[in-house]
């Protein structure tokens, strides 16, 4: 049985404090999108750095440093 990112995501990272920052679309193969998950650091006490973006993206709209 195959796992999926989502299913990971609920079950595991929102127990380590992660949140879905942007929904990746077709960023894997087949039909799953790919998920930027995040977690702010404890000095970001307003969490800014985790507010999800409104729409999902595309691979050619990630930036990579």
């Known amino acids: 049985m ?3 990112v989502t299913m990971l ?3 595991f990272f ?3 404090g992660y949140v879905i920052y942007r929904r990746v679309l077709r960023y894997y193969s087949g039909e799953e999108d790919g998920l930027d998950m995040r977690k702010a650091l404890s000095r970001d006490v ?3 750095s985790i507010i999800p973006l409104k729409r999902p993206i595309t691979p050619d709209e990630l930036e990579y440093d």
Do not use: M, N
């Open 14 to 16: 929102t127990q380590l």
């Open 46 to 48: 307003q969490k800014k």
């Open 2 to 4: 195959l796992i999926s």
């Open 9 to 11: 995501f609920d079950f």
